[in-house]
């Protein structure tokens, strides 16, 4: 049984997610991602549990690298369930629902280590991550949530966005390549990563603003 | 898209260039390896719609419009399974009466209705010596249900992603668990009102849980 998922394919397991964007899509024509964010914003469960369905495993992630797995269950519900109260205060402007739920759990990391008694600056914060995250390409909690922003943003773009980045990012392909390799005309592959780039940039930003 | 003039030549470039200095960044802020997502246990969305039975969203209200299950409909187990499931689950029920003595009592698992946390009964995990069983208490009544509605009953994993199913439920009795199949390992208990319409997959709309 498998229990981790690769982000690009986070939509193949979170059949959730999946069957929730057919429903969007069907039920309304245009911009799926401002439907699902109307319905959260107004209060309706199937919302919350499509979001949960979507951003839960990026925001449980973030919290076991960060904490352990055990805090990681607290703190991610937390994260949901305060995100629901403060639903109202959402504003979509700044940023995709993804960019301000992992801004959230890292404000949350951070009460947590201050709870714990550390104290709360980032580069204290570096060392308990780092120890806990020996092993990992990373060393320290800003570059941690980078990475988890970024993630999170990457498996919610649109699909031929996601593939072009991914080939660029981790398959090392440059454009002309990936043009070849998907059959997308260049320009396309040009824009589609250009956009894609853009979206990751205004969710870092956004993951950045206290919430 | 038209590079016939000097001015649209540039701004392309230049916004050729902003993307791959843009790619390079965000490449190196992501690091050498695809992130890998933990996969969320399930008892995280269980704590969460538990905490909102205080302060519910308001759809939850409408017992059709569902839990979580909903959002994890079960696609993956093949239609076949899950008949056999059923006719296996009605046959052995009506037989096992007559297994007699060798049962040991492995688990126990209180049932509450999701949506009020009210007690709802118990589910006893029983080791026949051929498989697992799960005998069926309930406290009170499932409701009525419409011609085309029916209660059933099913065991599902803590990924709520796999599960199966142990038939239609009306009232107390005993469930065989598919031969394999390991309460451990399936140790959510839930009770769905599914409706008649051929289609074996959990319908989402569960209403009374328990897990072991």
Known sequence: MTSAVLARDLDAPSDAFCEYR?????????NPEAWLRAKFVAGEADALAAVYAEHGPAVYTYANRAVGAEKAKDLTQEVFLSAWRARHSFNPERGSLGGWLMGITKNRLIDSYRKAGRRVDEAELSDTVQARMAGDDHHSFQSLTDRMVLSSALAT??????EVLTLAFWGDRTQ????????LPLGTVKSDMRRGLLRLRAELEQSDVPQ | MSHSNGFGL????ANDRETLELLDEMK???????????????????????A????????????????????????RRPVGVLLGAIAAAVLVAVAIGEIGDSTTTIGRVDLAALETGDAYGTATVVETGSGQTLQIELSRDLGAVADDEFYELWVIDTNVEGMYS???????????????????????????????DGDPAHGGASVVRGQL
């Open chain 1, 157 to 162: 773009l649109p699909d031929r966005q996601r």
């Open chain 1, 176 to 183: 002309q390549q990936i043009a070849e390799e998907t059959g």
């Open chain 2, 10 to 13: 540039e701004e392309s470039e």
């Open chain 1, 22 to 30: 057919h429903v969007v899509l069907t039920s309304s024509s245009e």
């Open chain 2, 166 to 196: 142990l038939g239609p439920i009306t009232a107390d009795g005993t469930f065989v668990v598919p031969d394999g199949v390991d309460v451990h390992e399936f140790p959510i208990v839930d009770i769905s009102l599914e409706q008649d």
């Open chain 2, 52 to 75: 909102l039975g205080a302060d519910p969203p308001d759809a939850i209200h409408d017992p059709t419009v569902t839990t979580s299950l909903d959002q994890y409909r079960k696609r």
């Open chain 2, 28 to 50: 190196s802020r992501l690091g050498a390896t695809q992130p890998v997502f933990d996969a969320p246990p399930a008892e995280i969305w269980m704590g969460i719609e538990a």
